[in-house]
């Protein structure tokens, strides 16, 4: 048994998974997208991956995010990547930095305007 606390929402509940026989069994989620997140915790981990990049010709760092997602096993290689990242003014918050981060099929969108 595993003891989770749900990340989807700000309710924060506490979860229980179970995984018998290869089943996965989950009790306690307050609505269907935590019971989704408790099964995916155990089969598939994933996050979404924040950081900043520099700006060419600014001071300022950019705060950056993945648009999705990531999977756990992939957080080191996409900041790899996002280490690397150097935006051009103008920036628009949404404007996607890297098409496909560290393979993963996720963008890097910046999170903020920077004129």
């Known amino acids: ?4 606390t749900c990340i989807v929402c700000p309710m924060g509940c506490r979860i229980k998974a179970y995984e018998e026989k290869g089943q996965i069994r989950v009790e306690d989620h307050g609505c269907r997208r935590g019971e989704l997140y408790a099964r995916d915790e155990l089969t598939a981990p994933k996050r979404v991956v924040t950081s900043v990049v520099t700006v060419q ?3 300022e760092l950019l705060p950056v995010k993945t648009a999705a997602p990531v999977p756990k096993e992939a957080i080191f290689r996409v900041m790899e990547e ?3 990242v150097v935006a051009k003014k103008p920036v628009r918050a949404g404007d996607v930095l890297v098409e496909n981060i560290a393979g993963t099929g996720v963008a890097l969108i910046a999170t903020k305007h920077i004129q």
């Open 1 to 4: 048994m595993r003891e989770l």
């Open 57 to 59: 010709g600014c001071s």
């Open 82 to 84: 996002v280490r690397r």
